[in-house]
DNA sequence: TCAACCATCAGACTTAAGTCTAATGGTTGA
DNA sequence: TCAACCATTAGACTTAAGTCTGATGGTTGA
């Protein structure tokens, strides 16, 4: 591949972030587009409207409506081939151990330098995985948390969103006006959510979503 | 206040913890009587149960049913006299900052040495506020969050109990069952909380609550 | 003593949530 | 082409949730 004429996506809520970011690496990608994304829903609602092939997603962890790991898991199921580099303040082992394991490309703490973060890029698109240099990587076991990942990644990207709007704590009927479908299929997806979630109710299924929050490490 | 004969309870989930905190300070405090509490939940018991005049808490703001400043808050509300210290692995401005706005009497993180914390126990049961050397407390607006702080101390302790245990994905049935009283009180309760939180459902209120945890922080 | 608050409860009620069945049409990969 | 999956919907239904009214008894502070 070579590095030019690239569509990259930077998912942050901060506004000043994203043009930081977009000046630092500008210079070091040219004729790149850039698209920006300041949440969850603004960065499915741009992966799935068009067809442009993305080459890049900087996603931070922390974005409003973003459940922690919850997106870059999502991300990596449905869209495969597209590789997500995860952007976050947080910078312990544990954090990266668990962005990788969740299938992050690369991990690049906040603090980092344009410098560095241009390198990092440039090694992810070429297909290698990027980490800040002296990080051991942690194995990540079996724990509630990985389980609840698994089941996460095996919900439909409707229902993903359906699940989303859940914990915004919106109505059945909010969801159906929101999303232009009828009230009979945000409960059909209701159903499927909870089947597939292993839970019994929608307030047990936010819960569960946000079990994977970023904090939710045990120490 | 004599530094002897002192009720204290230790609200860590840790048992490790529980254990190496009490071993650290039984040589400065003889003569006392340690309680520990695993939970929120068993804290609350705790404080309901005896008529034991406590001297002070130590807690742990990252217990399981604990959400974030939540306790703390609730234990300021309702103990005002009980000074609460509280321990933490965070210790960053903001996180001490948010605790002494809550009405902590002060923050131990949590890799302090013994003799810190001996130091630290002693100011706070003479009715000092002791911190950690060199903390610059960060100014509390008044946010989303502390807006929600305000509305849960509002809650009575029975509405905050129930409260926990809408958190936890219980149906008004199986709360019912364990509190030992008809579904019909819960449903009292659920009312009450409902309108003292400003939201519509079970479901609304979770989130709510949830928007105390420990890692909502703005950066 | 008395007002205020709290916890409790029942009963009747409305509404939101959730399940089940059955159906349609689109997409996609074998 | 065809099976498999997905999103969508209607309709009938069950159940859980939530509201409102009205009531009792206990506690507490003025």
């Given at each position: 591949m070579k590095l030019e004429n690239l569509n990259i996506i930077i998912a942050d809520d901060h506004p000043l972030f994203r043009n930081a970011l977009r000046q630092a690496l500008s210079g070091s990608f040219a004729q790149t587009n850039w698209f920006e994304a300041d949440s969850a829903d603004a960065l499915q609602t741009l992966l799935e409207q068009t067809d442009a092939p993305y080459d890049l997603v900087l996603l931070?962890?922390?974005?409003?409506?973003?459940?922690g790991y919850s997106t870059l898991i999502h991300l990596r199921t449905h869209f495969p081939e597209l590789p997500v580099v995860v952007i976050s303040a947080h910078e312990d082992a544990m954090t990266i151990s668990r962005a990788v394991h969740y299938g992050s490309a690369g991990f690049i703490p906040k603090s980092s330098s344009m410098e560095t973060l241009a390198d990092a890029l440039t090694a992810v698109l070429y297909g290698d995985i990027w980490l800040p240099a002296n990080v051991e990587l942690q194995q990540i076991d079996e724990d509630a948390t990985d389980q609840m990942a698994a089941k996460l990644a095996d919900l439909t990207p409707q229902q993903y969103k359906v699940l989303q709007m859940f914990a915004e704590g919106l109505l059945n009927k909010q969801i159906a006006y929101d999303l232009g479908v009828s009230e009979a299929t945000i409960k059909a997806h209701a159903t499927a959510i909870f089947r597939k979630l292993g839970v019994r109710n929608r307030t047990q299924a936010v819960i569960a979503l946000q079990q994977l929050e970023m904090d939710r490490v045990e120490i």
């Amino acid at each position: 591949m070579k590095l030019e004429n690239l569509n990259i996506i930077i998912a942050d809520d901060h506004p000043l972030f994203r043009n930081a970011l977009r000046q630092a690496l500008s210079g070091s990608f040219a004729q790149t587009n850039w698209f920006e994304a300041d949440s969850a829903d603004a960065l499915q609602t741009l992966l799935e409207q068009t067809d442009a092939p993305y080459d890049l997603v900087l996603l931070d962890l922390q974005m409003p409506g973003s459940h922690g790991y919850s997106t870059l898991i999502h991300l990596r199921t449905h869209f495969p081939e597209l590789p997500v580099v995860v952007i976050s303040a947080h910078e312990d082992a544990m954090t990266i151990s668990r962005a990788v394991h969740y299938g992050s490309a690369g991990f690049i703490p906040k603090s980092s330098s344009m410098e560095t973060l241009a390198d990092a890029l440039t090694a992810v698109l070429y297909g290698d995985i990027w980490l800040p240099a002296n990080v051991e990587l942690q194995q990540i076991d079996e724990d509630a948390t990985d389980q609840m990942a698994a089941k996460l990644a095996d919900l439909t990207p409707q229902q993903y969103k359906v699940l989303q709007m859940f914990a915004e704590g919106l109505l059945n009927k909010q969801i159906a006006y929101d999303l232009g479908v009828s009230e009979a299929t945000i409960k059909a997806h209701a159903t499927a959510i909870f089947r597939k979630l292993g839970v019994r109710n929608r307030t047990q299924a936010v819960i569960a979503l946000q079990q994977l929050e970023m904090d939710r490490v045990e120490i």
